[in-house]
Nanobody, 123 residues
Framework: QVQLVESGGGLVQAGGSLRLSCAAS????????MGWFRQAPGKEREFVAA????????YYAASAKGRFSISRDIAKNTVYLQMNSLNSEDTAVYYC????????????????WGQGTQVTVSP
């Protein structure tokens, strides 16, 4: 079992920044992948970014490239999502998730999920 706990969401004005954190605990494997997804009201959960724990390779959804940055702190077993230049379309619940599969874009490819953290961007 893997437990994931997100934090860092909140209310921010358009153009502002937020950093989300996700702390992982439990039985993790050395070659796992941590991803961030988001789900806006009435929409499907969508992929945002992911990082390979071993080596730190990253990839992003088109909507996140150039504005968001995913990183990890191995000592703290924590993954971060730095979000800059936020706009109203970024308003959603953000989830971190754990997978053993690299370049997995579908939510079904992730085995464990956090509880989510709300990000609201005001005009």
């Amino acid at each position: 079992q893997v437990q994931l706990v997100e934090s860092g969401g909140g209310l921010v004005q358009a153009g502002g920044s937020l950093r989300l954190s996700c702390a992982a605990s439990g039985r993790t494997f050395s070659s796992y992948v941590m991803g961030w997804f988001r789900q806006a009201p009435g929409k499907e959960r969508e992929f945002v970014a992911a990082i390979r724990w071993s080596g730190g390779s990253t990839y992003y959804a088109a909507s996140a490239k150039g504005r968001f940055s995913i990183s990890r702190d191995i000592a703290k077993n924590t993954v971060y999502l730095q979000m800059n230049s936020l706009n109203s379309e970024d308003t959603a619940v953000y989830y971190c998730a754990y997978s053993l599969h690299w370049r997995e874009l579908a939510p079904g490819g992730y085995e464990y999920w956090g509880q989510g953290t709300q990000v609201t961007v005001s005009p």
